[in-house]
């Protein structure tokens, strides 16, 4: 009996997979990919297209060509639920998706939630795309006025952030304040070194650093500490860390601490094995992904 193979996200988990869509197909199994994007985004190489070291389509794939080509379906949607009894999918759309087996490569993403984020000038630095809407934002505003541009997250990604975006106002001439909101201390979690280069850095090109308080809340305009100041902004960009989407946990699904896909060591749910996940989204059964 032919089966139904649905791929939802088409991240590097999945990429292998869906070059080799055709072996199913040919065997007369049916395919359907979804994702909410017609193209996926290298996370690696997305802060230097927010600078414009790399241009959007070379940091891309083409994901629903690419498996419209080898015979599949794809569906420009998004999962809500998944209703693993029934083996469905229920879609953003409203759409049902049925399926026999479905793997899931969705990603992460940046928690907002306890920020109490509004206001289209703030972006979370997942998904990639949100970076090159960020670009074209602060391309339109800095030629109008002077700017401030805040980065919340103390971290790696933010660090990386807050280079680029320095870069981006450099090659464009433009003028911006930048802050980096770092939390109780810059680089925490990496030797001392690698602190003080970055805050040399940064240093050189007049980007400011706050350590010691964290972000309570964002308004449109405007970041409140926990220690009572605010600070207003042109545009804000928030690199606090990523989880998996609440989706697995919000269907029901075994999952591990961080919200994750619980799979085993073949990457099958650990209580419907024909459901599989792959990447950031999951959490392996007595492993820790890293």
């Known amino acids: 009996m032919k089966k139904h193979l649905v791929f939802v996200g088409g991240g590097h988990a999945h990429l292998t997979a869906l070059l080799n869509l055709?072996?199913?197909?040919?065997?007369?199994?049916?395919?359907?990919l979804?994702?909410?994007?017609?193209?996926?985004?290298?996370?690696?190489?997305?802060?230097?297209?927010?600078?414009?070291?790399?241009?959007?389509?070379?940091i891309r794939f083409h994901i629903s060509k690419l498996a419209e080509d080898r015979g599949a379906s794809?569906?420009?949607?998004?999962?809500e639920r998944i209703n693993p009894l029934q083996r469905t999918l229920s879609?953003?759309?409203?759409?049902?998706?049925?399926?026999?087996?479905?793997?899931?490569?969705t990603g992460s993403e940046v928690p907002s939630d306890t920020l109490h984020m509004?206001?289209?000038?703030?972006?979370?630095?997942?998904?990639?795309?949100?970076?090159?809407?960020?670009?074209?934002?602060?391309?339109?505003a800095v030629r109008q006025r002077e700017m401030r541009i805040i980065v919340i997250g103390g971290g790696p990604a933010g660090v990386e952030?807050?280079?680029?975006?320095?870069?981006?106002?450099?090659?464009?001439?433009?003028?911006?304040?930048?802050?980096?909101?770092?939390?109780?201390?810059?680089?925490?979690?990496l030797p001392e070194k690698v602190g003080s280069l970055v805050r040399s850095s940064f240093h050189e090109r007049d980007?400011?650093?706050?350590?010691?308080?964290?972000?309570?809340?964002m308004e449109k305009n405007l970041v409140v500490l926990d220690d009572g100041s605010e600070i207003p902004f042109d545009v804000a960009f928030i690199a606090t860390g990523v989880r998996p989407a609440s989706l697995f946990k919000d269907s029901g699904l075994a999952t591990g601490e961080e919200g994750g896909l619980l799979v085993n060591s073949c990457l099958q749910s650990v209580?419907?094995?024909?459901?599989?996940g792959g990447g950031d989204c999951i959490s392996l059964e007595g492993h820790p992904l890293a």
């Open 118 to 140: 509004t206001g289209e000038n703030i972006f979370t630095v997942k998904p990639i795309i949100n970076l090159l809407k960020a670009r074209q934002y602060i391309l339109k």
């Open 207 to 217: 980007i400011r650093i706050i350590e010691g308080s964290h972000t309570k809340r």
């Open 74 to 79: 794809f569906l420009k949607d998004s999962v």
């Open 161 to 189: 952030i807050a280079g680029n975006v320095w870069r981006l106002l450099q090659d464009n001439k433009g003028k911006a304040e930048i802050l980096f909101i770092s939390g109780a201390k810059l680089l925490k979690n």
């Open 22 to 32: 055709k072996n199913y197909v040919d065997l007369g199994h049916r395919v359907t």
């Open 34 to 58: 979804i994702s909410s994007s017609d193209y996926h985004y290298y996370s690696g190489m997305g802060p230097g297209m927010l600078s414009g070291i790399y241009r959007p389509q070379e």
């Open 91 to 105: 879609l953003k759309s409203g759409n049902t998706v049925e399926y026999d087996v479905v793997s899931f490569n």
């Open 271 to 276: 209580d419907h094995p024909e459901i599989f």
